[in-house]
């Protein structure tokens, strides 16, 4: 896929990059696990975006939008 050749681009130029991919597989595990768990505060409607040089985060409320279909109203 088209993603994939440019994760590959950007490996072969910039390393570092695949650290920053293995940080979002966790991010992606811990939420999987809290809900499984029903535990914790998921992002559900929420978007966390992550600053790897300044080692800040922050989180967007991200609202639905009615004619998605994938989160919109059910027809």
């Known amino acids: ?3 994939d050749v440019l994760q ?3 490996l072969r130029f910039y390393p570092e990059v695949e650290l920053l991919a293995k940080c979002e597989d966790v991010l992606q595990a811990v ?4 809900y499984l ?12 975006i992550f600053d790897g040089l300044r080692m800040e985060h922050q989180v967007f409320s ?3 939008d009615p004619s998605c ?7």
């Open 62 to 64: 991200i609202p639905k």
């Open 1 to 3: 896929s088209g993603r």
């Open 8 to 10: 590959n681009l950007l």
């Open 31 to 34: 939420e999987a696990i809290k």
């Open 69 to 75: 279909p994938a989160c919109g109203r059910k027809k």
């Open 37 to 48: 768990a029903g535990i914790g505060e998921n992002l559900k409607g929420r978007l966390l």
